[in-house]
């Protein structure tokens, strides 16, 4: 099992900044990338960003330029810094651990219990 832990969310104005972190316990070793969905209001879950345990990164076409995903292996951590927050950015932020191979992002089987990001107009 893997415990994740979201921090970081909270209110910020248009165009402020935040950054979420998520604390990885237990069975790292066997999960070799990290990613971060969002859920909006009425919306499905989406997916935002991932990193590969070698540092690989990927991320929704729509939030390239602004949001940066990275990670502190020392402390088992992986980071999401969001500029340039706009209204559509609200909503709830989940940190997931899943697997990478061959380019492919999969498996993400362990949740955190989200962090509520809103940003104002």
Known sequence: QVQ???S???LVQAGGSLRLSCA???SILSISAMAW????PGKQREWVAAISNGGVTNYAD????RFTISRDNAKNTVY???NSLEPEDTA???CAAGRYSSDTYYGFD????????TVSS
């Open 80 to 82: 999401l810094q969001m």
């Open 37 to 40: 969905f969002r859920r909006a």
């Open 110 to 117: 362990y949740w955190g219990q989200g962090t509520q990001v």
């Open 62 to 65: 729509s939030l390239k330029g």
């Open 4 to 6: 994740l832990v979201e």
């Open 92 to 94: 709830v932020y989940y």
């Open 24 to 26: 990885a316990s237990g």
């Open 8 to 10: 970081g969310g909270g």
